[in-house]
């Protein structure tokens, strides 16, 4: 089956995009997902927005309110946002009531940044561009090739593993 949906992906930071600097810290950087999407050849196109650079941590209903502003005005029923992994489930179930009928919305990042060796930056945007084209439409979290709806799911900190609560 072939779908002409085009994915618009939104990065807000989070691990997925930090690098480090030669003083040996981690910042956030450019959007990863542009990165990685140069090793593939999408039959889709995919556009890449940049929207907040900051650690999940420090992620605020301002800056919610700011992410659902640019999904409302994306072009696109399928959007894909990168998210720092600590608050990306509380960000999920934020814009649950938030998100337009009709629009799939899939959270992905990282445990590991992107530019170093053994992430799953790869596999999870990978992962997250597939299910925002094939899930229903609603807000989803994507990571550890597994898909969570939003309000199911949590980040165990033990581990780094999302698991399901519902």
Known sequence: MSHAA?????????????????????AVGEPAATRILHTLVPSVTVRVVGVLAI???????ADR??????IGAAETRAIVVTHGTDTMADTAEYLASRVADGV?????GALRPETVAGTDAHVNLGFALAAAQLAGPGVYV??????????????DLATGAFVDVS
């Open 142 to 155: 994507a990571m550890g090739a597994r898909l969570f709806a939003a309000g199911t799911v949590r980040k």
């Open 6 to 26: 085009d994915v618009t992906v939104i990065a807000t930071g989070g691990t997925i995009d930090k690098e480090y600097l030669l003083a040996g810290d981690l």
């Open 104 to 108: 799939t919305v899939v959270l992905t």
């Open 55 to 61: 650690d999940s941590r420090d992620m605020t209903d």
């Open 65 to 70: 309110d700011v992410l659902a502003r640019e």
